[in-house]
């Protein structure tokens, strides 16, 4: 992929949104594909392989970018209300405008209050399906951080959420590369849930490289549970967690050599995992992603699915006759994010969350309406909106209402300006 630098000859955003008819307009011509595609299935291979060596994901979301022709793809960590914010995983980029982004432009985002509010995996435009785009190109995110490394297009899609966070995939076409049309569109969608699982098997290893033909060797340097199990959830072999984990028996057992999960349709989920492990990569697709795991006392537990038939990972997978590597942990409790209850609690439009968030974290109404690319009246029409709709009186006044939804325990009344 060329560098970012040499992109100021690309068509810039402004220019797109005049000579582009329509979003969904085909920009490329791709041909047809099935799952079983030899490129698909080297890249999926490549994808799980640096679930365990993070030194591999750079080039492998270069592959990701040929695959569904774009320009640039990462992953991306991200606070509910814009504080924080990281580059998880990327394809090569410029690190200027990376470091710009970290700096400053994540919060600028226009995209991210929806994301927070879609569902997992669920792919996002960022126009129109988010604003007009005659709307996007105006707003600073575009004008200032997109349009200058010649960006046009984006698609994206969560990966994980907490109530204050958000994980998310994200993939970017230049100027040049058109719109994303129907055929890229797919291609992403074939590509993310092999990201999703290979990113939370990465953050429960916590991004240490393991060695995948030593696997099985290597696993009692983790905390989470980790089990090695046949194509019939016949156990092979765990880690000190995992053997821990079965003698409680509260959430997994090993009876006769197989693997139980407590819960019955928990167990036939693994065991739908594992057999989908048997036959490759490519197969299990969805499957045992995020099997939800319940325990006698309540609590919640995750169990993650990587498949040995293939790639770097095949000489664990014999040496062990197992099909896949289940890495078990206990789960956060599940909640809206504060923007998230606070729409569904005062019937907040789009737009308004926008506008709310941008108060929050810019300021008032005239440094937030560049940043939108919106006037300054449209920005107090929504405003008096929302206003109407939370009983807030002035702007301190919404800072404090989401600073109590940030942490329950704090009433708006406590909560400082």
């Keep these: 992929m060329e560098n970012l630098r040499n992109a100021g000859t690309e068509l810039n955003l402004d220019q797109a949104a005049a000579q582009v008819p329509a979003p969904q307009a085909p920009a490329t011509t791709a041909e047809p594909m099935s799952t079983g595609d030899e490129s698909l299935s080297a890249l999926i291979g490549g994808i799980y ?99 200058p490394q010649g960006f046009l297009d984006a698609l994206l899609t969560a990966l994980e959420k907490s109530a204050t966070t958000c994980t998310y995939f994200t993939v970017i076409r230049r100027g040049r590369q058109g ?22 098997i990465g953050k429960t290893l916590d991004m240490h490289k393991l060695e995948a033909a030593a696997l099985a060797d290597t696993l009692d340097t983790i905390g989470a549970g980790v089990l090695l199990a046949d194509g019939g959830a016949r156990l092979t072999h765990a880690n000190a967690s995992g053997h821990a984990l079965l003698a409680q028996g509260d959430v997994l057992s090993a009876r006769g050599g197989r693997l139980v999960a407590r819960d019955p349709q928990a167990d036939r989920l693994l065991r739908d995992a594992l057999g989908a492990a048997e ?110 709709k939370t009983g807030a009186r002035r702007q301190a006044d919404l800072v404090k209402l989401v600073a109590a939804y940030v942490n329950p325990l704090r009433t708006p009344s406590s909560t400082q300006a």
Excluded at 182 to 192: G, K, P, Q
């Design 49 to 147: 392989d640096a679930s365990l060596d993070p030194g591999l994901w750079p080039a492998v979301f270069d592959e990701i970018c040929e695959f569904v022709d774009c320009a640039f793809a990462s992953v991306v960590f991200q606070d509910a209300l814009g504080r924080t914010a990281s580059v998880y995983l990327t394809s090569t980029q410029d690190p200027r405008y990376r470091q710009l982004f970290l700096e400053k432009y994540f919060r600028l985002n226009p995209i991210f209050p929806m994301i927070m509010f879609s569902q997992i995996e669920q792919t996002i435009s960022a126009a129109p399906e988010v604003l007009p785009r005659e709307e996007f190109v105006q707003t600073q995110f575009a004008r200032e951080w997109l349009t």
């Design 179 to 200: 719109l994303f049309d129907a055929e890229a569109r797919r291609r992403f969608e074939l590509v993310v849930p092999h990201v999703r699982r290979a990113a939370l």
């Design 279 to 388: 036959n490759g990569d490519t197969a299990m697709g969805r499957k045992g992603i995020e099997v939800g795991l319940g325990a006698r006392d309540g609590a919640r537990y995750l169990a993650h699915a990587l498949p040995l038939k293939d790639g770097a990972r095949r000489k664990a997978g014999a040496s062990y006759d197992a099909v896949a590597a289940l890495f078990v942990r206990q789960a956060a409790l599940d909640s809206l994010s504060p923007l998230e209850a606070l729409a569904g609690e005062f019937r907040l439009t789009p737009a308004e969350v926008r506008v709310l968030r941008a108060i929050v974290d810019i300021g008032g109404v005239r440094e937030v309406a560049p940043v939108l690319g919106v006037s300054e009246p449209t920005v107090k029409s929504h405003l008096r909106s929302i206003y109407d």
